[in-house]
């Protein structure tokens, strides 16, 4: 993981934690309707003004895990998914939702049991996360998916999360993958998805990284 700090913004009612390690920037906490965060107020993230259920709905819009929050009365801060999918962005990561179990993922970032963002160019420097490294490196990919996968059994549940050494994602579990222009494209309990950025079948994997010499490390 990098270095970045780790921000906890601390209210009555609510703590909100911003893990610096993860966060690209989306911007859907900035955008979001309401006071929980505006640009240029210090601290730009204040809990007291927002009520519980507007806080869990601006931090379950980050799609990076890097928000989470925790409430003073012991409320469940945050849910699965009702559906586990993995949303294939236009030049950029895999978005993974649901009830994950991410191989690695430390425990003191609880926004990662929910969101995820996964490299799928190979460059990150923070892997198996996005850090934004696809920008600087050109990568293209528009996030088409031609495959539509055997089905799945049924919907939610855990979804695992593995990274082959030096190879693809491993995702276990009952799955829909979205292509990047919304359209739920494939459904089914198993996938290796390419994360070096070579496959000729993206997002799936197709061996290629044995021929580029990608190293996950």
Same mark, same amino acid.
């Given at each position: ?80 998914? /009702? ?8 030049? &950029? ?5 649901? /009830?994950?179990?991410?191989? &690695? ?10 969101? %995820? %963002? ?14 934004? =490294? ?14 539509? *996968? *055997? *089905?799945?059994?049924? =919907? &939610? ?39 070096? &950025? ?7 994997? /197709? ?8 190293? =996950?490390?």
């Amino acid at each position: 993981m990098s270095d970045q700090k780790t921000v906890h913004y601390k209210g009555e009612r609510a703590t909100v934690t911003w893990d610096g390690s993860l966060c690209i920037h989306i911007g859907e906490c900035g955008r979001a309707r309401g006071e929980l965060f505006v640009g240029g107020r210090q601290p730009w993230c204040q809990p007291d003004v927002s009520g519980a259920d507007e806080i869990r709905e601006v931090i379950e819009r980050c799609p990076t895990g890097a928000l989470s929050v925790e409430f003073a009365d012991g409320s469940v801060p945050e849910v699965a998914a /009702d559906e586990n999918s993995v949303q294939v962005a236009y030049n &950029g990561p895999l978005f993974v939702r649901g /009830d994950l179990n991410i191989d &690695g993922a430390p425990d003191d970032i609880p926004g990662l049991k929910f969101r %995820a %963002a996964l490299c799928r160019c190979g460059q990150s420097k923070n892997k198996p996360f996005c850090d934004n =490294s696809h920008e600087d490196a050109g990568f293209q990919d528009y996030g088409a998916v031609g495959e539509q *996968g *055997g *089905g799945a059994a049924e =919907s &939610g549940g855990k979804l695992e999360v593995s990274f082959a050494e030096n190879g693809p994602v491993l995702v276990k579990g009952n799955l829909e993958i979205v292509a990047s222009s919304g359209r739920t494209a494939w459904r089914g309990a198993k996938a290796a998805l390419c994360r070096c &950025g070579a496959s000729k079948n993206k997002p799936f994997c /197709d061996g290629e990284h044995k021929k580029i010499g990608f190293r =996950s490390d």
